[in-house]
């Protein structure tokens, strides 16, 4: 499977981006971590595809929006009113397997795209 990510970019604090992530071909589950300089890979959201269902990081909810295009075979992260702490790289990731949705935000993933650099000034 392979990931193509983008949409990163400069943004004022408050501001939104949208983030995008095709696969080649469908899979179980699409999500998106990021990594800040000096700091861990962390899980931020995350679809599984057959319904839909989600799972958010604590300090993401009510912020961001995962969703899903089958057609197309993409994942979008909507991320609104940024904050300067949301400033990472941003890595897209995909597994064939379908979760349970409590193992949404803590399995491994076997696929990943490369990432896409996502800056808030604040």
């Known amino acids: 499977v392979q990931l193509q990510a983008s949409g990163g970019g400069l943004v004022q604090a408050g501001g939104s981006l949208r983030l995008s992530c095709t696969a080649s071909?469908?899979?179980?589950?699409m999500g998106w971590f990021r990594q800040a300089p000096g700091k861990e890979r962390d899980f931020v959201a995350a679809i599984r595809w057959i319904d839909g269902a989600t799972s958010y990081v604590h300090s993401v909810k009510g912020r961001f929006t995962i969703s899903r295009d089958r057609a197309k075979n993409t994942v979008y992260l909507l991320m609104d009113s940024l904050k300067p702490e949301d400033t990472a790289t941003y890595y897209c990731?995909?597994?064939?397997?379908?979760?349970?949705?409590?193992?949404?935000?803590?399995?491994?993933?076997?696929?990943w795209g490369q990432g896409t650099l996502v800056t808030v000034s604040s």
């Open positions: 071909t469908r899979t179980g589950v």
């Open positions: 990731a995909a597994d064939s397997r379908r979760p349970i949705t409590s193992n949404i935000a803590t399995m491994t993933y076997d696929y």
